[in-house]
């Protein structure tokens, strides 16, 4: 179990940052993603895992004007 923007959600394995946005068709180039506290590099979201009890916020930038 993990938490993504305050709402539970069951997480069958462990999973990179990356992957979890892409399963979840967030745009990668548009959002940035804290993970217990600590802001993810986009250079890491590769290499980052995912595991239970962990805590992400992931916000999306939008334009406008």
Do not use: C, H, W
């Amino acid at each position: 179990m993990i938490t993504v923007n305050g709402q539970p959600e069951n997480l069958a394995s462990d999973i990179s940052v990356f992957a979890y946005l892409v399963q979840k068709n967030y745009p990668t180039t548009r959002i940035a993603v804290e993970k217990n506290g600590d802001i993810v590099p986009k250079s890491r979201y590769e290499s980052t895992m995912i595991t239970d009890g962990d805590k992400l916020e992931i916000v999306t930038f939008v334009g406008g004007g």
